[in-house]
């Protein structure tokens, strides 16, 4: 039973376009999201993260937007670059409190 | 300053065996959780330790165990190994238990089961 979906395994883009990066989750527990990128040979990265009280969180070129209704949240990336092409992981858990429950993870490449 | 490290980088066992990971948190970090992450899903979290005591632990069967010693690094060791234990063990480091959202991750180790 998957927790947090991530429902595609692969999106290309081209350098300077938007890339967006899509998670749904199921336990309604779960208040805090994260995304990590994770390049080969590297263990996972913080990117962003975003707590239930909020819809949209930005830091510079990324925007994680948040839907609790729908229980889905995004990723936005505006422009990609080639240095984006990695593995997004979205994550949840509870208050930051309890162990981070990953999605299996988007393979983002960005094409110059 | 020194980020997670974990040896070795890469491990090849064969059933049955056993394996040691190693871990070095993050300097001031006294906290070192360990996910699996199997080729294909996303990392999954085995155990927490904080001041050498289990914090949590995740849906993993009695052949793996983890400790942490004085110095906060820590070992995962897995016994009896199957061939479904082949993927890539993540070290995490936190300040303190039960910080899960501000884990810094280690390279990890590839351990492949033959």
């Known amino acids: 039973d998957q927790q947090v979906k991530q429902n595609s395994p692969s999106l290309s883009v081209q350098e300077g376009r938007i890339s967006i990066l899509n998670c749904d989750y199921t336990n309604s527990m779960f208040d805090y999201f994260l995304w990590y990128k994770k390049y080969p040979a590297e263990g996972p990265t913080f990117l962003i993260s975003?707590?239930?009280?909020?819809d949209k969180n930005e830091d510079g070129r990324f925007t994680v937007f948040l839907n609790k209704s729908a229980k889905h949240l995004s990723l936005h990336i505006v422009p990609s670059q080639p240095g984006d092409s990695a593995v997004y992981f979205c994550a949840a858990n509870n208050s930051g409190n309890t162990p981070l429950v990953f999605g299996k993870g988007t393979r983002l490449s960005v094409i110059a | 300053d020194a980020g997670v490290t974990q040896s070795p980088t890469h491990l090849i066992k064969t059933r049955g065996q056993h394996v040691t990971l190693r871990c070095s948190p993050i300097s001031g970090h006294k906290s070192v959780s360990w996910y699996q992450q199997v080729l294909g899903q996303g990392p999954q979290f085995i155990f927490q330790y904080y001041e050498k005591e289990e914090r949590g632990r995740g849906n993993f069967p009695d052949r793996f165990s983890a400790r942490q010693f004085p110095n906060y690094s820590s070992e995962l060791n897995v016994n009896a190994l199957l061939l479904g234990d082949s993927a890539l063990y993540l070290c995490?480091?936190?300040?303190?238990?039960?910080?899960?959202?501000?884990?810094?991750f280690g390279p990890g180790t590839r351990l492949t089961v033959l």
């Open positions: 975003i707590s239930s009280i909020k």
């Open positions: 995490a480091s936190s300040l303190a238990g039960g910080q899960f959202a501000e884990q810094f």
